[in-house]
């Protein structure tokens, strides 16, 4: 596993009191393809070598590093920036807000609130809502992740419908048999199709470090009694691998102003409903008059 590095100017026993204590934690993200793959069904006009081509390249587009700085009560999350690869700007962004992600997330758990801006179809939005609450179960089970002791704590949450990771094929026998018979007649299901259904809930795995008593963590996780070092849910690990505490460098820990204001229900419509036009455009092709929705 991979050491994390740690850079502090205080001991960690006496930076909860400190007035003006501030934090950076970098997380890798790493995303199951093959677990995405399986979701689906696989697809039998694919060969494995092309199968695996596909593979590698959305393992290194959900290959991404983010960057949370925080103090005792907020913080900022976003994706490290770097140029993107050529030919995958505008996609590259597309595909992000489909899987949930996106934007600078700003985390409150004081007031608990958050505040995303993402850029979605060239339209920027500015999405204020309140924190999901965790139910988490507290265990007793222990890992290092590089120097610090990690205690473990599972949730079961229900899934974004807008995060295309969070579907699969229908697994029943009726459902097969639509699969099958659209597949001999060459016209193969496209996403969020009748033959795809929504995850409807998933277990969430962290591991907090109580060395650390920030009530923070990675993407939209918090509510535990140590900032989250590594998250995992059952297609997607984020894993800390480097910490600074109290660099002389400070970052300006607020919300984001621009863009138009909604709540996270009217900005998941707005998405689904977007995807609803390109199955529209897309999906019908071959399909008759079952081609999208309506």
């Known amino acids: 596993m991979k050491k994390i590095i740690i850079t502090s100017l205080l001991l960690v026993s006496m930076f909860s009191n400190a007035q003006n204590f501030q934090g950076v934690a970098v997380y890798e993200s790493k995303t199951s393809t093959a677990e995405m793959m399986k979701n689906f069904g696989g697809n039998r006009e694919i060969t ?7 593979e590698e390249r959305m393992k290194r587009m959900f290959e991404k590093t983010f960057i949370l700085n925080f103090d005792k009560t907020a913080s900022i999350y976003k994706e490290e920036e770097k140029l993107d690869a050529p030919g995958q700007q505008g996609g590259g962004r597309i595909m ?11 985390k409150n758990v004081k007031e608990k609130t958050y505040v995303v801006d993402k850029e ?7 999405i204020k809502d ?37 579907f699969r094929m229908r697994g029943n026998k009726e459902e097969e048999k639509k699969k099958k018979d659209s597949i001999a007649s060459s016209k193969k299901t496209n996403f969020m199709s009748d033959d795809i259904e929504q995850i409807k809930e998933k277990t969430i795995t962290a591991w907090y470090c109580p060395e650390i008593p920030i009530n923070q963590g990675p993407d939209k996780y918090w509510g535990l009694p140590g900032l989250i070092l590594e998250v ?15 660099s002389k460098d400070k970052v300006e820990i607020k919300a984001s102003s621009k863009g138009k204001e ?22 019908g092709q071959g399909r008759g008059s079952r081609g999208g929705f309506h």
């Open 48 to 54: 494995p070598e092309m199968q695996k081509n596909i």
């Open 262 to 283: 909604v709540s996270q229900q009217e900005y998941d419509e707005i998405v689904k409903k977007k995807i609803e036009e390109m199955r529209e455009m897309y999906g």
């Open 130 to 166: 309140t924190l999901t609450t965790y139910k988490w179960q507290m265990s007793g089970e222990t890992k290092m992740i590089g120097n610090y002791t990690c205690f473990k704590a599972t949730a079961v949450v229900k899934t974004d419908a807008t995060d295309f990771r969070n």
């Open 96 to 106: 992000s807000s489909m899987m949930g992600g996106g934007g600078t997330q700003y």
């Open 232 to 246: 995992n849910d059952g297609t997607t690990v984020l894993l800390c691998s480097k910490i600074i505490l109290n």
């Open 120 to 126: 979605f179809f060239s339209k920027e939005f500015l």
